[in-house]
């Protein structure tokens, strides 16, 4: 809950603080000799002199480091800053401690801190800072310049100390959550953004279907039309007709498709029902295409069924999944669907040779494919068509399966997730529905 989402990553706030420390030791390098030449404080430039160059030295270590190719992490960066703060302690310690007026620059590294890292690495830092500034007011090389002498003055120095207690943590949490939330509304606006894409990419894919499907009715029309003719030119010819016969079949069904698929633009009509209601027909229809494939079907009838929505784009999707299925391991396909009262998983195990984890993690892209010849456009609208229904698809890889029969290694997982509806929601929902009327007359 407290772990900072992506804004960017630590190898870059790594490099700004690069940047920014060496702008601030350079400063301090300034005020040295501005200290000592200029304003004749008597300062211990040796010590202090050699901890900027350490810093120095370390700032370049660390530009050689973000060379390598080598991800850094949020516990590297936490180092960093950590780094830092005893860098800033022992310059401290040895001008002025708590009397220093530059003092306060503790709060840099914390509110770098709690706008980039998680939030125990924040309280880490403001620890690290507080702590610091604490012993600070007791164990210092004293500047005498820079000390004050008196109640009056150490009171001034408690007053201090409260203040940057009160300021670590005000930055230490208040910096953190807006933070957080900018990182939170920037997460929503990519996620809008790939979907307003998405979208877009989905509505190009329909509007070519639909002039496809325009210009697909008069060839198959012509087709039609020419079986006809031939099956009456050539009447005894019974391995012809046999063939001709499939063929009008296939024609119909081409036909059949077209006219389903500008019924369904025109009229998108959701109906419900029981799940295992839901997955037979398509099942079926999935026998007719691919009569060749053995599988396996396991739905539990007997337990209480909750429903789901059903539509013939959703139907379609899942029936793209079992082709995917039965391209790469037509002799076997197991199928199992299982559910509880918020979810249904339809879960589809092929046996061939799996799929690429990283096709896997890049699923719902245009145009990623399982196949070499694929261009994707299943996959993605197949995707597309889940989510709508507030559904979630994912691969598997199975190549490096534990088991120790040979038959069962490898092939992939395809998990379909979709949300049901309890029988009493829907009844409850008909009640209302049919008391309204009543409700009305009176």
Not at 12 to 27: M, Q, S, V
Not at 159 to 181: E, P, Y
Not at 224 to 246: F, I
Not at 309 to 314: A, F, G, N, S
Request: hydrophobic share 45%.
């Amino acid at each position: 809950m407290h772990q900072p989402l992506p804004l960017s990553t630590p190898g870059r706030n790594l490099i700004r603080l690069t940047l920014i420390r060496g702008i601030a030791w350079t400063g301090f390098l300034i005020s040295v000799i501005i200290g000592t030449e200029v304003l004749k404080i008597h300062l211990l430039a040796i010590p202090l002199i050699m901890i900027i160059i350490v810093m120095a030295a370390m700032n370049m270590l660390t530009w050689w480091r973000l060379g390598l190719p080598y991800r850094v992490t949020d516990s590297e960066y936490l180092f960093h800053l950590l780094a830092d703060v005893i860098g800033l302690s022992l310059f401290f310690y040895y001008s002025g401690g708590a009397n220093n007026p530059f003092i306060s620059y503790f709060l840099v590294p914390l509110t770098i801190s709690a706008a980039t890292l998680p939030w125990i690495f924040t309280w880490i830092i403001a620890a690290a800072v507080l702590s610091s500034y604490t012993f600070l007011m007791q164990f210092y090389i004293a500047v005498p310049e820079l000390s004050h002498t008196g109640a009056g003055i150490n009171l001034h120095l408690l007053g201090m100390w409260l203040n940057f207690l009160l300021s670590t943590g005000l930055i230490t949490t208040f910096v953190f959550k807006m933070a957080h939330t900018l990182r939170h509304r920037e997460k929503m606006l990519g996620e809008v953004r790939e979907q307003v894409l998405r979208d877009e990419q989905i509505l190009a894919v329909a509007t070519q279907a639909a002039g496809t499907a325009h210009e697909l009715g008069t060839p198959l029309s012509t087709l039609a039309v020419m079986l006809k003719d031939l099956s009456r030119d050539y009447p005894d010819d019974k391995l012809l007709q046999e063939d001709l016969v499939l063929m009008r079949q296939q024609v119909d069904r081409c036909k059949d498709k077209l006219q389903l698929l500008t019924q369904q633009a025109e009229i998108n009509r959701v109906s419900q029902t029981p799940v295992c209601d839901f997955i037979a027909p398509i099942i079926e229809d999935w026998q007719v295409l691919r009569p060749e494939v053995k599988f396996s079907l396991d739905c539990q009838k007997e337990q209480v069924m909750p429903l789901l929505e059903r539509d013939k784009t959703l139907e379609q999707a899942l029936l793209n999944l079992l082709n995917n299925a039965a391209d790469v391991s037509p002799q076997r396909v197991d199928i199992s669907v299982s559910w509880d009262n918020v979810e249904c998983v339809i879960r589809i195990r092929d046996y061939g040779p799996g799929i690429d984890p990283d096709v896997a993690n890049r699923l719902g892209e245009a145009f990623i494919s399982t196949k070499e010849e694929g261009m994707g456009i299943g996959l993605f609208l197949t995707h597309a068509t889940i989510n709508r229904f507030q559904g979630t698809v994912r691969l598997y890889s199975l190549k490096n399966s534990s088991s120790n029969d040979h038959q069962t290694k490898g092939g992939t997982l395809t998990e379909v997730t979709l949300p049901v509806i309890q029988p009493n929601a829907v009844s409850d929902q008909t009640r209302g529905l049919n008391n309204e009327p009543a409700k009305q007359s009176e």
